[in-house]
């Protein structure tokens, strides 16, 4: 692996996250991986496009952990260490890639999306780059709590934008699960965590409603795109909003029952929920992978839901 991309070295990058007080070595590596100038790993990229313009979480585990360090890739969860604390300063920037325009926009309109991607801010690009000891001066500017917050809502001005463009099916399906599912087929039951974006997984707020259910989600266990709990009866339900995947599977009830008698919860209810009955025909007709005893919801047809059961063999 070459010692600078763009010129700048880990020793740059090192010095300047350390008068941030953020420097560890995954964050010094995934902002040398944000430099890379070479050819986009995104595969419908146009000619010419680079790693450096947007990069997935996945791109820059394997560029920091294989590329870089000759092991294993790093964990895409570590994100809330390594990426998260960078966009909360604004100098990496969220951005999506569009199939559509073939571009690059701004924000991550769409939960999980696979080609939610990240890149280095222009402004703290030219720190990195600046010659000698100017960058002192330029971070001592740049860091003022004034521009940060400018610079954030800079950004959420933008993404607002990109998600006047782009599709947010996921998204809308999930407020459909808790606007018009849960109070039908639920009662009782409260919304303590919904996974519907990608930022940070669990929020300082999450975290609050979680802790009044007597629950605690690490980055190791399962995320759900909705967890409620019943406060009377200390029962969990799960929803998982599937648009492309994501079903509630045998693998993803082993999960959540694993979350769930860690912290002595005996009832966990599951849905998979579809927009559309085309959709769950395609799913199911190839996959037919929803878990026995497990409910079945589909949006369009909303007015009731299916429990899918299994006999013994």
């Known amino acids: 692996m070459t010692a600078t991309l763009q010129g700048i070295d880990k020793v740059r990058i090192a010095a300047v996250l350390r008068a941030l007080d953020l420097e560890n070595g995954d964050r010094v590596d995934a902002v040398f991986a944000l430099l890379d100038d070479r050819p986009s790993w995104f595969t419908t990229a146009p000619t010419g496009t680079r790693f450096c ?33 960078l966009r909360e300063i ?41 010659p000698g000891d100017a960058w002192r001066a330029l971070l001592a500017a740049w860091n003022q709590k004034d521009r940060v917050r400018q ?12 998600r006047k463009k782009v599709d947010t099916k996921h998204a809308d ?58 406060r009377e009866t200390d029962e969990l339900w799960v929803i998982e909003a599937v648009t492309s995947d994501g079903e509630v599977d045998e693998q993803k009830v082993r999960s959540v029952c694993a979350l769930a008698d860690r ?36 949006r369009e047809d909303g007015s009731k839901h299916y429990r899918a059961e299994s006999f013994p063999v």
């Not at 585990?61 to 870089?68: K, T």
């Not at 991550?108 to 600046?130: D, Q, T, Y």
């Not at 929920?273 to 929803?290: F, S, V």
């Open 53 to 85: 313009d947007g990069a997935t979480v996945a791109h820059l585990a394997c560029h920091v952990g294989i590329l870089q360090r000759g092991k294993d890739k790093l964990d895409r969860e570590g994100r809330d260490y390594w990426v998260k604390p």
């Open 90 to 130: 604004g100098a990496v920037d969220p951005v999506i890639f569009d199939r559509r325009s073939k571009s690059f926009l701004p924000g991550h309109p769409i939960a999980k999306s696979s080609n939610s991607a990240h890149r280095l801010a222009e402004e703290f690009k030219a720190i990195l780059g600046a």
């Open 151 to 162: 610079r954030l809502e800079f950004q959420a001005a933008l993404a607002e934008e990109t």
């Open 173 to 230: 399906l999930i407020r459909a699960c808790v606007d018009l599912y849960a109070p039908r087929f639920a009662p009782g039951f409260h919304v303590v965590y919904v996974d519907d974006s990608d930022g940070q997984r669990v929020t300082d707020e999450d975290r609050e409603q979680l802790r009044e259910a007597g629950l605690e989600i690490t980055l190791g266990d399962a995320m759900p795109d909705v967890l409620m709990h019943n």
């Open 263 to 298: 912290h002595g919860k005996e009832t966990v209810y599951f849905t998979t929920a579809y927009p559309t009955w085309k959709l769950a025909a395609a799913r199911q007709g190839k996959h037919k992978n929803i878990a026995p005893n497990t409910y079945v919801w589909i």
